[in-house]
């Protein structure tokens, strides 16, 4: 079962990466098309750099008590208890997480407006910031760190060679297969 989600997950990968450079898994036998997607990674690129404040404000805002949150929900014995477990504790924890900042903020300021805008600040820019590591995760490939610096010819060998390991890969699986199937183990 590791081996079968690890290729499942690799093959994923793979396509993904066929999908963001915009070929077809046949693209060796063809010419290469334009790989026109430097556009939409600096796109990517600017929405990273721009919106890093205020993930980041998110981050350091919600950190602990999402992690706290995900420590509780580790504990339960089943899938339906742990989403009720993290509903339950999480709002416990973040209600007096959020609780204690605005009291320190409150007692640091004594401006209600200000210490209002902060406590909406707290559980939005948590928000933001799942939100943004997803993005980035999703796109982590297609940032300019991928993009701008590789030539097409890089792009192309480097999806080659994936495919080339991938097809060894399964090969190996097969005959690995074939072999348990001869001495009677499948």
């Known amino acids: 079962p590791e081996t079968f989600r690890d290729m499942k997950i690799r093959v994923w990968r793979y396509k993904d990466h066929l999908r963001q ?15 026109s997607f430097r ?17 980041v404000w998110g981050f350091l805002h919600n950190a602990a008590p999402y992690m706290l949150t995900g420590l509780a929900t580790t504990r339960a014995p089943d899938e339906a208890m742990r989403a009720f477990t993290g509903f339950i504790v999480g709002g416990i924890i973040y209600l007096l997480w ?4 605005l009291t320190g903020i409150w007692f640091g300021t004594t401006d209600p407006y200000f210490t209002a805008v902060y406590g909406v ?24 760190a991928r993009t ?11 999806l080659q060679l994936e495919r080339q390991i991938l097809i ?3 090969d190996a699986l097969r005959d690995r297969f074939l072999e348990a199937e001869e001495q009677g183990l499948v």
Do not use: C, M
């Not at 556009?39 to 993930?55: D, H, N, R, S």
């Not at 959020?98 to 900042?101: C, P, Q, R, V």
């Not at 701008?148 to 480097?158: A, D, K, N, S």
């Open 21 to 35: 450079v915009r070929l077809r898994s046949d693209f060796a036998e063809r010419p290469p098309e334009t790989l």
């Open 39 to 55: 556009k939409e990674a600096a796109k990517l690129t600017i929405y990273a750099l721009i919106f890093a404040i205020p993930a």
């Open 121 to 144: 600040s707290l559980p939005v820019s948590g928000y933001f910031f799942l939100r943004y590591r997803i993005k980035l995760a999703r796109y982590r490939d297609r940032i300019l």
């Open 98 to 101: 959020y609780g204690a900042i």
């Open 168 to 170: 060894e890969e399964f």
């Open 148 to 158: 701008l610096f590789q030539t097409e010819r890089q792009l192309i060998r480097g």
